[in-house]
């Protein structure tokens, strides 16, 4: 196997965006679409 | 086997036992949700569809089952102990980004469109919407097809695990669940799969976020887990494993090109699978507080749960048995899940463990061979025969059902697909993106016409074959699975919106009963110009 640098620390923070980015990003969404449920 | 590791460990009688149990009590909830639905239908629509009254948290409950699939709770982890950290962008930690957007997009929308068409299936509502037979039973062949092999790995998962803990051949096993899913399938209809999927679901979401969240504690950490795995070989902690071959199926772990498809695969399978959208169809109309609910159920059970199990599980699964899995010739990776609960929580959480995917592979393999049957008898045979009786349609549906539970178990059991993970991938990426355009987006485009949907179904269906040779067949790769991706997604596009534009759109007067608000628009429009 092809050994390249890696920084887990990197990996981790960007896990840890993505989770967080999609947890908020789809509880946002869904408050956005209930707001202009009447119309 | 590296003696630094665990190893696969022996069945024990405890492990046996609670499997054995934890199954039966299932199978047992499942004949009696069957029994107990069959009072709720009385027509074959009604078999079909069941009284569209169902509330926000069964649906929602029922959405979140049905996407969760033996591959979610199998071979996700599976994929992310194999291939290292680079894993999780296919494995599912964009399951919200697909789950959540299919709400947004399709649940009124659906229940909405089947209820003016008068449909009970998809295919049907897609049929009428364009008023088109021969569209309806085109997309009826292309589903089922597609839900076919779908369907193969929802058994391997529930066989796999099977084996992991009894040490039995899977057989019996298989056998008994197929059994049982035909007995409630026959009796329940659509009424006692959407109630079955949704005890199912909330079932999984439990087991999923206690095995997450423990594996976490178990494994030290964030810090213990990077500290194992660079030990082992650095690229498992790679953000993009640049190790693995650019073409094939790993370009998904190690190409930016394959990486950025991943997000896109699962918006569109989520929103685009036929099984997932059809929860829709039996709900009731919903108002703004139910819709919260209904969304807040799917992302409790599918978020923390799900993204947890299918990102970090397998990296644990790694750092307690290293490659030792791997020694397994016959199910390898597979048994990363199973093996990670046993080293969890002994006997206890691994028949917890067994009797969810025993259920996830049940519900979610019920769900499509519904649909399957449902594309024979209502979508051709009705279609095309409408005097056929409810009667010899009921029996009929009985028989096919039967039929679409065997053949996946046979094929299971007589050539088990390599990688579960990667084999439904790829049908998944051919349903996901042949959906999405003609199912959803044909609910908000009033251009939309049926050659546009027919040309997505064939260029799908075409480019997803092709992709299969070219991608997993061929040796070496002709490209890899994230370009194919690309590929399949754009060329539905483009065949979706440049049919349509270059041809007729169905009646105006249909028009005018889906998209009314659009016709209210025109008219303001056409009144303030007049004044």
Known sequence: M?????????????????????????????????????K | ???????????????????????????????????????????????????????????????????????????????????????????????????????????????????????TTITETIGRRFESKVLQTVIALSMLFFLFIYSVGQLKAAGTVWYAVTGLPPFWCLLISVVIAWLFLALG????????????????????????????VYAGGFGAISKSLMAQNPNYMALINRSLPPTGVTELFSTWVGVLATPVIFF????????????????????KKEFIVLCFTVWLVVGPPLMLDCSSNGLVARLIFGNNLLANKQWGADLAAPMLAWALGGAGLISLYVTGVVGAALGTLSAMVFIMSANVTRDTIKLWRPQTSDRTLISLGYFLIAL????????????????????????????????????????????????????TVIFGTGATLWGGWAVLARKPALLGMGTMEWILVAGCAVAYFGGSLLSKAPSEELLNKLFPEKKAAAEQYQSSLET
Request: net charge positive; with cysteine.
């Open chain 1, 2 to 38: 092809e050994q390249t640098v890696v920084d887990p620390t990197l990996s981790w923070i960007v896990w840890g965006l993505v989770m967080a980015g999609t947890f908020v990003m789809t509880l946002v969404g869904t408050w956005l679409i209930a707001r202009r449920w009447e």
């Open chain 2, 1 to 119: 086997m590296n003696g630094t590791f665990m190893t696969i460990p022996e069945p024990s009688t405890g492990m046996m036992v609670g499997s054995v149990i934890g199954a039966a009590c299932l199978l047992l909830l499942a004949v009696t949700l069957g029994v107990f639905a069959k009072k709720r239908w009385k027509s074959f629509d009604e078999y079909l569809v069941g009284k569209r009254d169902m509330g926000p948290v069964v649906t929602g409950l029922a959405l979140a089952g049905s996407f969760i699939s033996g591959w979610a709770f199998c071979g996700s982890v599976a994929v992310v102990y194999k291939v290292g950290f680079a894993g999780m962008w296919f494995a599912g930690i964009w399951c919200l980004v697909g789950i959540i957007p299919a709400i947004w997009l399709a649940a009124t929308k659906t229940r909405e469109f089947s209820s003016k068409l008068g449909a």
């Open chain 2, 189 to 216: 209809g659509y009424t006692g799969t959407q109630w079955f999927i949704a005890v199912k679901g909330a079932f999984l979401g439990f087991v999923g976020l206690m095995i997450g969240i423990w594996a976490l």
């Open chain 2, 268 to 287: 569109t399978m989520a929103v685009g699978f036929p099984h997932n959208v059809s929860r829709f169809l039996g709900m009731k109309k919903l108002s």
């Open chain 2, 404 to 455: 679409f539970l065997f053949l996946p178990f046979y094929w299971t059991l007589e050539n088990p697909p390599a990688l579960l993970a990667v084999f439904m991938g790829f049908a998944a990426m051919g349903l996901g993106a042949i959906f999405f355009f003609v199912t959803v987006i044909s609910y908000y485009w009033r251009g939309a016409t049926k050659l546009g949907a027919m040309l």
